[in-house]
């Protein structure tokens, strides 16, 4: 993959995730992709990470907005930072009540691109800074 290939498929993954376009997204992922969650486990395969984006659609409602993609020049390995503007809509597991609270908060990801799919996504953001604005 080129480094225009690589910031071309972060940027169709952020666009279908903008659409709320799950299909699309996971059409962006290698099948035994790798997903590093934000002071979580590691999860393994499209199967669990249909069930990221079955539990995040449930609990949240998100546009990720001011996207900056980075590659490397050989496409081999990806970044991307944005801000989250998001609507805590449902309880999740381990996190306090959901009140339809509005939150704005930075986010990044790292990926490991092989075959013109994500092999490895790894997502950051700052709990505390989440849990502050959801009046944790």
């Not at 376009?21 to 393994?44: S, T, Y």
């Not at 079955?54 to 801000?83: K, P, W």
């Not at 800074?129 to 959801?134: A, K, N």
Request: aromatic share 12%; with cysteine; glycine share 8%.
């Amino acid at each position: 993959m080129t480094h225009d290939g690589a910031r071309s498929l972060i940027e169709a993954y952020y666009a279908a995730f903008n659409r709320a376009d799950w299909n699309a997204m996971l059409d962006c992922l290698a099948d035994d992709v790798v997903h590093d969650l934000n002071q979580g486990a590691r999860e393994h395969g499209r199967g669990a990470f249909r069930a990221f984006l079955a539990r995040m659609d449930r609990c949240y409602e998100e546009q990720l907005r001011d996207i900056v993609v980075l590659a490397a020049s050989d496409g081999t390995r990806a970044a991307a930072e944005y801000v989250v503007h998001g609507r805590y809509k449902a309880d999740d597991e381990g996190l306090p009540p959901a009140r339809d609270q509005r939150y704005v908060l930075p986010g990044g990801a790292f990926f490991d691109l092989r075959d013109g799919r994500i092999a490895r996504v790894t997502n950051y953001y700052n709990l505390q800074d989440w849990l502050r604005q959801v009046g944790a």
